[in-house]
Nanobody, 125 residues
Framework: QVQLVESGGGSVQAGGSLRLSCAAF????????MAWFRQAPGKEREGVVI???????TYIDPVKGRFALSQDNAKNTLYLQMNSLKPEDTAMYYC???????????????????WGQGTQVTVSS
């Protein structure tokens, strides 16, 4: 059974940094796409970044230049380095993965099949 486990969340002051990790377990073939989403209290979930099978990424505008995605294939782990954090980045962050080619569309509206349990990021001003 495929499982995604996020870690690395925490509480930081504005301007600080955090690195989130998403470790994937229980699969034979690597996901076609993986993504990070976030959901702030009282708001809808929004996509943060997608990585496609060819390694290309799509970031939402509010995080461009501040967040950076990387992956360690040997460890089956996806990382999200978050710098210059702002209070508006406060949210539960979720990792998602899918094995269907359609996810390469890069749409944040895509219905990802596997989700992690989330890790909380809190940024204080």
């Amino acid at each position: 059974q495929v499982q995604l486990v996020e870690s690395g969340g925490g509480s930081v002051q504005a301007g600080g940094s955090l690195r989130l990790s998403c470790a994937a377990f229980g699969y034979t073939n690597r996901p076609v796409c993986m993504a990070w989403f976030r959901q702030a209290p009282g708001k809808e979930r929004e996509g943060v970044v997608i990585i496609r099978s060819d390694g290309t990424t799509t970031y939402i505008d509010p995080v461009k230049g501040r967040f950076a995605l990387s992956q360690d294939n040997a460890k089956n782990t996806l990382y999200l380095q978050m710098n210059s954090l702002k209070p508006e980045d406060t949210a539960m962050y979720y990792c998602a993965a899918d094995w269907r080619a359609a996810c390469n569309s890069g749409s944040f509206a895509y219905d990802y099949r596997i989700w992690g349990q989330g890790t909380q990021v809190t940024v204080s001003s």
